[in-house]
């Protein structure tokens, strides 16, 4: 029997309408899973379209992206000005002259069925335990800016490093693009005008672009940006607006000259009416603040964001405008929106790039045939439905659990309503100070943990499983971490110093 004969109604042509971060990974992930000799890829995009590319911070999970590309980490550092990420420093949240930092990574270690951040808590109370950066080997290297990737094997805080990276999106894209081309992926210049569905079903027939070329397909992705042409215009799926919990609104964003150390880590800076970023690259630093339009004028973001950044303005500022939420379905008929289309979350997080990242995995996870299986229409709505809840209730916190009430935004927020699945979590943590991760949620114990201390959240007592190590055994265990911690630390080179080592830009 021939493999045409067998042929069980496989896709034949995928276009993407959209280049960019999203784009660009789409094409790379679908060229790299299915080819493109049976499966025709077509990426359309106009160079009149400017990408957004603000989100230049990253979580871990990206570098299981870059191991399905089969990506050379050196040299994807290299070609996108790229550096090293161990977490997220958060000032002046919880109040003005307070900071805390979020770290990848784990704290201290569990012992036998007894979860660390209980033993901690127990600590905690008598005044015997050390602040919990003192437990992640990640918190700890930022503060002091050293790096170095995991060591295999060995029981020691070196084989526990999460990291994730910062680089210039821009240049991530054009990365992308070129690993596409190569592997088959074939680039379409132009504008869409034109949107075609089929009668019967009204599923999308083909797209038309401005110079009259039309490209038909069996499944289209649609990263077209805040626009959602195919998901949200075309076949007029709704948009969820969530901007009763998450206010912000617009962004202005410029990059500044590069001044000092480069440091290992995002910083986000609380302000009057939303909060400012800081990421460093290898050839920049990156800054924006993310604000409430109703509370601030464009004029005032952009005054207080240049009054604010390290060095000399390198370009313009640009204000960027957005909506907090996503379309109420993902996947519809045979068009996946990916990125901006489906929806935003802003970047506090760094959850942007992750959430495209995760789009793609459950697509090939749930790659349709041509019939399109309506069930796995479904289930692949329902885990994203999943992931950008649960992205938001952890953006929500960062807000809702702050004692500021110096400006209108601040008093907004810190007394709003906010989601049930959120308040459970808070519940729980107030009474026993436990944190947990529900099914495969994005977030782990680590992020939740270091969230809910650093914004102030207290708990009245402490897991129940914690009393079954004697008090002055659990003191002795808690102590041996921290000082096996520290020393982990001082064995690590500078951060500055592994880049020169090991993936410096050339240009």
């Known amino acids: ?153 060995g029981n020691t805080p070196l084989s526990y490093i999460g990291y994730a990276y910062h680089f210039d999106a821009a240049l991530y894209a054009r990365f992308l693009r070129t690993y596409a081309e190569r592997a ?15 009668g019967e079903d009204g599923f999308i027939e083909a797209v ?17 940006g805040f626009r959602s042409l195919l998901l949200g215009t075309a076949l007029g799926t709704p948009f969820e607006d969530w901007g009763q919990w998450l206010p912000n609104d617009r962004a202005v964003a410029v990059p500044s000259d590069k001044v000092g150390a480069i440091t290992p880590y ?49 370009s313009e500022p640009r204000v960027l405008r957005f909506r907090a939420g996503r379309r109420s379905a993902s996947w519809v008929k045979n068009c996946v929106a990916l990125g901006l289309s489906s929806g935003f979350l802003e ?35 329902r885990l994203m439905t999943q992931e950008f809840e649960s992205v938001r209730d952890f953006l929500i916190f960062h807000y809702h659990a702050t004692e500021r009430a110096d400006t209108p935004y601040w008093n907004h927020v810190r007394t709003m309503a906010i989601p049930e699945s959120l308040e459970e979590r808070i519940r729980i943590y107030r009474a026993t100070g436990r944190v947990f991760r529900e099914a495969n949620e994005l977030f782990t114990k680590t992020s939740w943990l270091a969230i809910m201390d650093g914004q102030g959240l207290g708990a009245d007592s402490y897991d129940p499983l914690a009393g079954a190590i004697p008090f002055e055994d659990a003191k002795a265990r808690l102590s041996h971490i921290a000082a096996v911690t520290a020393a982990a630390v001082a064995r690590m080179p500078a951060h500055e110093e592994f880049i020169r080592t090991h993936c410096a830009a050339t240009a």
């Open 184 to 198: 088959g992926v074939v680039r379409r210049e132009g504008k869409i005008v034109d949107v075609s569905l089929r």
């Open 266 to 314: 995002t910083r986000c800076t609380a302000r009057g009416a939303g909060w400012q970023w800081r990421i460093p690259l290898q050839h920049r630093i990156g800054n924006g603040y993310v604000y409430a339009s109703h509370q601030l004028s464009d004029d005032q973001a952009t005054a207080t964001l240049l009054a604010n950044i390290d060095g000399p303005a390198l």
């Open 347 to 381: 970047p506090l997080e760094s959850t942007s790039i992750h959430l495209i990242q995760v789009s793609i995995a459950r697509l090939l996870e749930m790659l349709p045939t041509r019939g399109f299986e309506p069930a796995d229409t479904r289930r692949y709505n």
């Open 1 to 153: 029997m021939s493999s045409d004969s067998r042929d069980t109604g496989r896709l034949k042509s995928i276009a993407i309408v959209g280049g960019g971060t999203a784009g660009w990974m789409a094409a790379a992930a679908l060229a790299r899973v299915l080819g493109t000799r049976a499966t025709q890829i077509v990426l359309i995009e106009s160079e009149e379209i400017g990408i957004v590319g603000v989100g230049e911070a990253t979580i871990p999970p990206i570098q299981l992206f870059n191991a399905l590309l089969g990506i050379d980490e050196n040299e994807f550092v290299r070609a996108t000005m790229g550096t090293f990420k161990l977490g997220i420093e958060f000032i002046d949240w919880l109040r003005p002259g307070h900071s805390y930092f979020h770290p990848f990574g784990v704290y201290g270690h569990d012992i036998g069925p007894v979860p660390f951040e209980g033993l901690w808590h127990r600590l905690r109370q008598t005044g015997d335990s050390y602040p919990l950066d003192a437990y992640s080997i990640c918190a700890s290297a930022a503060r002091a800016g050293r790096f170095m990737r995991p060591q295999a094997g």
């Open 208 to 224: 038309t672009l401005s110079d009259g070329g039309r490209i038909a397909a069996d499944l289209f992705i649609d990263c077209s």
